[in-house]
């Protein structure tokens, strides 16, 4: 079985610039989540998508960032234009649909640079 | 509110010496909580879930847990360290927040192993 995959593992760009970040969940999950890291710091929510609809987008910093997942299956991150701040490792995870013990399945995450 | 404190950023062992990695949490819900594993590199793992079927909780890699609703603490501990324990490990909570299922994650605890 495939597990949750991302793309890409880096990226770095110039403050301005766009970037969009992919991630394939495992087969059949209904929930995906987005998840971020920034340098010494907590990984913190961003959002949940429950098949193709945004069940919680409490944690999205602001408007720069959007998150799609068409279809309820690949899931995009867009970050518009990127700030120095938006650097850090972009996690996702896919879980299936079940109570909350249910365990999460990550990727290996996305290291983005903003310059 | 849920919340996960990991009470080490940082701990250092020997090889062949016992770990203990703290963790206590927040949660105005049973919860439900794991613990994950981060290797250089690589995605996070799970070393190990707490869903109330048991209190003490076998992982992999000879790591294990115990439930303590009277401290609200789930330590991770394993027996002998080893060299390939060198990671950072994630304490996360499961549970329902603003009506979300919601999984929230401690700051991490950086191990080392030495020789």
């Known amino acids: 079985e495939a597990g949750v995959t991302q793309f890409p593992s880096h990226s770095v760009i110039e403050k301005g610039q766009t970037v969009t970040l992919r991630c394939d969940p495992i087969?059949?999950?209904?929930?995906l989540y987005w998840y971020r890291r920034v340098m010494g710091k907590e990984i913190k929510f961003l959002l949940h998508f429950v098949k193709e609809s945004k069940q919680d987008e409490s944690g999205m910093p602001n408007n720069r960032f959007l998150a799609e997942r068409t279809g309820g299956t690949y899931s995009t991150l867009k970050v518009q234009p990127a700030e120095l701040e938006d650097s850090g490792v972009y996690f996702c995870a896919s879980r299936f649909l079940g109570g909350l013990n249910t365990e999460a399945f990550f990727g290996q995450g996305t290291r983005l640079t903003v310059v | 509110a849920q919340s996960v404190t990991q009470l080490d950023s940082h701990v250092s062992v020997s090889e062949g010496t016992p770990v203990l990695l703290r963790c206590n949490y927040s949660s105005s819900y049973s919860p439900s909580l794991f613990w994950y594993v981060q290797h250089p590199n690589k995605g996070l793992q799970l070393l190990l879930k707490?869903?109330?079927?048991?209190?003490l909780v076998k992982g992999i890699n000879g790591f294990e847990a115990e439930f303590k609703k009277s401290e609200t603490s789930f330590h991770l501990t394993k027996p002998s360290a080893h060299m390939s324990d060198a990671a950072e490990y994630f304490c996360v909570v499961s549970g329902l927040e603003g009506g979300y299922n919601k999984l929230i994650f401690g700051a991490g605890t950086r191990l080392a192993v030495h020789p």
């Open positions: 087969s059949g999950h209904d929930n």
């Open positions: 707490y869903t109330s079927a048991a209190t």
